[in-house]
């Protein structure tokens, strides 16, 4: 579903290089929940935006769905992130003057899809993610954690291969991070969407099915349950 392939990208500033990411390798397979772990500064940011196809790596291949976006030219590319790709935002970026529901519906405007469409799948997320009485207030006047519902509505509505999440719940208080992860681990549940998501919360990590940890650009660690060893577990 998702492979990285030998990514390494460096950041220029004049005439200084700095190596963020080096040597990144891995897969995650249709319908897991990545957690994406490490310290400030250890590059998830960098590896989250590079596999969302928001700048291309120095180095390395990134396929989904068996599409290598580093060779995609920006066209291809800006159409291919519209139809496969949802992205959450820590600071959720809901545009202020349009309601919820046209906030949610606005990946499908840039699809040119019906407006009658666009209408009932936007309620039916609304529902899905909790508020569906909110549609036709402004973002303003929601809570943090009722705006971030939003942008995980509003990043679904395509129904993409894979949603990336950059500290989703890192504005949110405790009980509201566990109700905005119960309802990602629940759309993952039923809709069969791949998350990943970074998280300074090793709590969030014990969640999810599969732990991607990075340390000073490197990755540390690509962890998958086993099968055979969740079974013996059950039994
Ligand atoms: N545009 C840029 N130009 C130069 N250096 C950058 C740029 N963006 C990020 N960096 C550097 O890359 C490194 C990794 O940054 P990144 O934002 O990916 O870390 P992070 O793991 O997401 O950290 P945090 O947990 O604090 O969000 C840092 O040392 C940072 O200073
Ligand atoms: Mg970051």
């Known amino acids: 579903m998702l492979r990285v392939e030998g990514l390494s990208h460096a950041f220029k500033n004049g005439n200084e290089t700095t190596l963020v990411l080096q040597q990144i390798s891995f897969v995650v397979h249709k319908g897991e929940m990545v957690a994406l772990l490490g310290s400030s500064g250890s590059g998830k940011s960098t590896l989250l935006n590079l596999m ?17 976006i580093v060779k995609m030219n920006e066209n291809k590319l800006a159409e291919f992130r519209r139809t496969h790709i949802g992205f959450i935002f820590q600071a959720y970026e809901l545009l202020p003057n349009l309601t ?16 009658s469409i666009r209408k ?13 009485d909110k549609g036709d207030m402004f973002p303003s006047q929601l809570s943090g954690g009722q705006q ?3 942008s995980i509505a509003r990043s679904l509505i ?22 905005i992860l119960a309802i990602l681990k629940e759309l993952n549940r039923t809709m069969n969407t791949t998350f990943i998501i970074v998280t300074h919360e090793r709590e969030v990590a014990n969640q999810t099915q599969h732990i991607i940890t990075l340390r000073d650009g490197r990755l540390e660690q690509s962890q998958s349950p086993e099968p055979d060893q969740a079974e013996e577990v059950i039994q």
């Open 158 to 179: 395509t129904e993409p291969s894979v949603i990336f999440a950059d500290e989703p719940t890192g504005n949110l208080d405790t009980k509201t991070e566990e109700e």
């Open 120 to 132: 009932q799948k936007a309620l039916k997320l609304l529902e899905q993610v909790g508020i569906p």
């Open 100 to 115: 919820v529901r046209e906030n949610i519906e606005l990946p499908l405007v840039f699809q040119s899809e019906r407006p």
């Open 52 to 68: 969302a196809g928001l700048m291309k790596p120095t180095e390395g291949e990134i396929y989904i769905a068996d599409n290598n």
């Open 148 to 150: 971030q519902r939003v």
